[in-house]
């Protein structure tokens, strides 16, 4: 089973940075995929950038040129950078990973972007 744990949320003001970490553990495969979503209240969760293990990426409109997502296989990591945050970047994001067929989450980190 894997679980993923993530770090570095926050509180930031409008126009800061912030990076996120999640790491994978309990498995020695290296995840097919792994990414972040997120979810703010009310609405539905969503993709926020993915990258696969040869290092394809995929990012959502509302991020493009202000995220950067990145991971290290050997470790199982994966890091998104955010620059020039919203408030509208406000949510709970939460690591991903796919192997094959399973999905697996963390527990979610909070991003407060302050106007």
């Known amino acids: 089973q894997v679980q993923l744990v993530e770090s570095g949320g926050g509180l930031v003001q409008a126009g800061g940075s912030l990076r996120l970490s999640c790491a994978a553990s309990g498995s020695r495969v290296t995840l097919d995929a792994m990414g972040w979503f997120r979810q703010s209240p009310g609405k539905q969760r969503e993709l926020v950038a993915v990258?696969?293990?040869?290092?394809?990426?995929n990012y959502a409109d509302s991020v493009k040129g202000r995220f950067t997502i990145s991971r290290d296989n050997g470790k199982n990591m994966v890091n998104l950078q955010m620059h020039s945050l919203k408030p509208e970047d406000t949510a709970v994001y939460y690591c991903h990973g796919r192997f094959r067929a399973a999905d697996f989450w963390g527990q979610g980190t909070q991003v407060t972007v302050s106007s």
């Open positions: 990258i696969s293990a040869e290092d394809a990426t």
